[in-house]
């Protein structure tokens, strides 16, 4: 099997319970809806997301006080956005309907055994090309080379944004049918979520120091994951 590479984040074990739930009630072609049970799902993937890539940062790399107000507040921002638009984007949905959403539980379901470390995860799906550059600026800062790569990690972590958005939150939007009003509410949350985390990264991470951009790294090392499937 190829190798593939995501960005993302292991997995609790009720967050893998529940997608592994819907996976195989969908399989087996359940007649009771959904709806219930993607909601559920959806709520606890939105806080553990949101802890991998922010929250978890603030002890990882040791944030000030004025930094760590500005990560949590954007997660707030940005769970807010996300938790008002699930029942927007489920409301009324038949089990068919839903049918290519259980699908995208099951490609960001990365599963033990096929993770390399061996273990369950939730994630975006990246080329191999970003993953080895992202791997390639780690080692880099990791040697001590930080100034001369600290723009292009700067940029990298706004990519990381941009990357996060489109493969789970745009992308499970677009694989819904949605009218007119809910797709514009769709695209503002998508909007206000990209803002929020593109000034997470210039208010926070662009200004860290040497110490904090090595911690940093190692822990964005921990977000790569390597999978074969």
Same mark, same amino acid.
């Given at each position: 099997?190829?190798?593939? $590479?995501y960005?993302? $984040?292991?997995?609790?074990?009720?967050?893998?319970?529940?997608?592994?739930e819907?996976?195989d009630?969908h399989?087996?072609?359940?007649k /009771?809806?959904?709806?219930?049970?993607?909601?559920?799902?959806?709520?606890? $993937?939105?806080? /553990?997301?949101?802890n991998?890539?922010l929250?978890?940062?603030v002890?990882?790399?040791?944030?000030?006080?004025?930094?760590?107000?500005?990560v949590?507040?954007?997660?707030?921002?940005?769970?807010?956005?996300?938790?008002?638009?699930?029942p927007?984007?489920?409301?009324?949905?038949?089990?068919?309907?839903?049918?290519?959403?259980?699908?995208?539980?099951?490609e960001?379901?990365?599963?033990?055994? /096929?993770?390399?470390?061996?273990?369950?995860?939730?994630?975006?799906?990246?080329?191999?090309?970003?993953?080895?550059?992202?791997?390639?600026?780690?080692?880099?800062?990791?040697?001590?080379?930080?100034?001369?790569?600290?723009?292009?990690?700067?940029?990298?972590?706004?990519?990381?944004?941009?990357?996060?958005?489109?493969?789970?939150?745009?992308?499970?939007?677009?694989?819904?049918?949605q009218?007119?009003?809910?797709r514009?509410?769709?695209?503002?949350?998508?909007?206000?979520?990209?803002?929020?985390?593109?000034?997470?990264?210039?208010?926070?991470?662009?200004?860290?120091?040497?110490?904090?951009?090595?911690?940093?790294?190692?822990y $964005?090392d921990t977000?790569?994951?390597?999978?074969?499937?």
């Amino acid at each position: 099997m190829p190798e593939k $590479f995501y960005l993302g $984040f292991e997995s609790s074990r009720d967050l893998e319970g529940a997608a592994v739930e819907l996976i195989d009630r969908h399989k087996r072609g359940a007649k /009771e809806s959904h709806i219930p049970l993607m909601e559920d799902t959806l709520e606890l $993937f939105i806080p /553990e997301m949101m802890n991998a890539f922010l929250v978890g940062t603030v002890d990882a790399i040791g944030l000030s006080g004025m930094a760590t107000k500005v990560v949590h507040s954007t997660a707030d921002v940005i769970s807010k956005s996300c938790r008002m638009l699930v029942p927007q984007l489920l409301k009324k949905k038949s089990n068919q309907e839903l049918a290519p959403m259980v699908g995208f539980v099951d490609e960001i379901y990365v599963r033990p055994e /096929e993770a390399v470390d061996g273990k369950a995860h939730t994630g975006c799906e990246i080329d191999e090309t970003t993953y080895q550059r992202i791997k390639r600026v780690i080692s880099e800062i990791r040697a001590g080379n930080i100034d001369a790569n600290r723009s292009e990690l700067t940029e990298l972590m706004s990519l990381t944004v941009d990357l996060l958005l489109d493969g789970m939150m745009k992308r499970s939007v677009g694989l819904l049918k949605q009218g007119f009003v809910v797709r514009k509410i769709a695209d503002g949350a998508i909007a206000t979520c990209q803002a929020a985390g593109h000034g997470v990264v210039n208010k926070v991470f662009k200004k860290l120091d040497d110490d904090q951009m090595v911690r940093l790294v190692n822990y $964005f090392d921990t977000l790569l994951i390597s999978a074969q499937r």
